[in-house]
């Protein structure tokens, strides 16, 4: 039976024109104009995948994701995205969606992301059905890491790896910090594959997509009759990760009942299902992720102190992809072979104006971002070398804003005037300048600023919107 896709975009010709094309490539369609009754449709008819606009008249895309993966977790949802709101698009994907895809939409794109939704739901599902064991074959692919993923050159690359090759034979717990989409769970999957347990599963679960209901059950597993919609016995991620490694992305999300559990099972190395009575010996090794400080959340009360310390046996900060410029060119490259192989197509390389502008771009979106702006670029291109009329306008004219990100070449604008003598704009000029000096003595590690600022990472990049927002307005 064909899937089901739902298209969810208050632009109505858009949403005609990808229901038809849809249908021609074999697919089940069905369209809403409005984050509520995309929604609606959603619960009437559990979508196999989900197209939705990120900017919806009622609703945005992070609060329609929330919805469908509280009914559906298995749900595959892909963000349509303008190319501004990238660094949106980024954080959505932790909270779950599978891909963004960017404005103006193409259909050969569009159909390309579809198709690797479906590939990855198939690997899953014949990893169930096969057992825990082949879904670390399907999951690792037991293969040296150089085989999969590019290792870089960068000099804060090299002591990346070192730092992995010395901790991966160890059983310690290890807590990888990172942007989004800096490739931590590639790193959870590299120190894996270093170690004494690299013929056993590697499992990884995003804990930002786990509801307080559904936590206990994914990570458990649960008996047949447990709760209403238990039609079955299932695994646990615990379980399915038994004898190998479990990767916890994004575990700073985690509700904090659930971390009491946690905490328990890690102790005890013992684990039941939910519903169940049998008890199961645990011998695991666990690595997280996270995009936040895990010690200052403990120290704000979202995160529990007794769990940082049984996760934080060693710690790893990987660069974000700005801070490894000796790294870019080869991505480029690496990236362009793959999507060659993934679309059946032969490009020699890029234009000299295209890598000088890779060089130049901050990549708020690091390596993920990288990456699709090449896969797209090589959707579009019929030419030997990729040119610069294929990338997003964002990395031919970057703002000001991902100007100041990318190092501190650029201006910074602390001899800005006022307009008039007031207080309150003297004051906010004041702060702005404040935290483009801390930028700039970091190197533009925003991760460091915030902690030097005191103030979290998201407060941070607010109080640059807003200033920016504010001087648009101005001008």
Not at 62 to 90: F, H, M, N, Q
Not at 210 to 224: C, N, V
Request: glycine share 6%; charged share 30%.
């Amino acid at each position: 039976m064909a899937e089901r896709i739902l298209i969810i975009d208050d632009d109505m010709d858009m949403c005609t024109l990808l229901s038809r094309f849809l249908q021609r490539k074999g697919f089940e369609t069905d369209t809403a104009y409005n984050g509520n009754s995309g929604i609606a449709k959603f619960k009437e008819n559990l979508h196999d995948i989900v197209l939705c606009d990120f900017r919806l008249g009622d609703k945005e895309g992070y609060d329609v994701l929330r919805e469908i993966k509280s009914v559906k977790p298995a749900a595959t949802v892909i963000i349509i995205t303008g190319y501004s709101d990238i660094k949106t698009a980024v954080d959505i994907i932790k909270q779950g969606a599978f891909d963004y895809i960017t404005k103006p939409l193409i259909p050969d794109e569009v159909l390309n992301v579809i198709k690797r939704s479906q590939e990855q739901a198939s690997e899953r599902n014949a990893a169930a059905a096969a057992g825990s064991n082949s879904f670390a074959r399907v999951k690792t692919g037991i293969t040296k890491p150089d085989d999969e993923y590019l290792v870089g050159k960068d000099p804060s690359t090299k002591e990346l790896y070192k730092q992995i090759k010395l901790v991966a034979p160890t059983p310690y717990s290890v807590i990888l910090y990172g942007e989004s989409g800096t490739g931590k769970e590639v790193i959870g999957k590299t120190i894996h594959q270093y170690s004494n347990r690299n013929g056993k599963p590697f499992i990884a679960l995003d804990c930002g997509t786990l509801s307080k209901e559904l936590a206990g059950s994914e990570l458990f597993g649960h008996m047949k009759g447990s709760f209403t919609g238990a039609i079955s016995d299932k695994e646990g991620h615990f379980e399915m990760a038994n004898g190998g490694t479990l990767f916890l992305d994004e575990v700073a999300n985690l509700p904090v009942d659930v971390q009491a559990a946690l905490l328990r099972v890690i102790q005890e190395r013992k684990f039941k299902r939910v519903g169940g009575t049998k008890e199961m010996s645990l011998d695991i090794r666990i690595i997280v992720a996270s995009n936040e400080n895990l010690q200052e959340a403990y120290r704000k009360g979202r995160f529990r102190e007794d769990l940082f310390h049984r996760f934080n046996e060693f710690s790893i900060h990987i660069p974000a992809l700005r801070d490894r410029r000796d790294d870019v060119l080869p991505f480029a490259d690496f990236f362009l072979k793959k999507a060659c192989a993934e679309l059946g197509k032969e490009i020699e390389g890029f234009e000299p104006e295209v890598l000088e502008l890779f060089e130049k771009y901050p990549w708020p979106g690091n390596l993920r971002e990288f990456r699709n702006v090449i896969r797209r670029a090589a959707l579009l291109t019929s030419t030997p070398l990729i040119n610069a009329s294929v990338l997003p306008q964002e990395i031919i004219q970057p703002s000001d804003i991902y100007e100041r990100q990318a190092g501190p070449q650029h201006t910074v604008l602390s001899n800005t005037p006022l307009k008039a003598p007031d207080l309150k704009e003297a004051a906010s000029q004041a702060e702005y300048e404040t935290i483009l000096r801390v930028l700039k003595q970091v190197n533009y590690n925003k991760t460091k600023a915030a902690e030097i600022l005191k103030i979290d990472r998201k407060t941070l990049y607010n109080k640059i919107k807003d200033y920016e927002t504010q001087k648009q307005v101005e001008n």
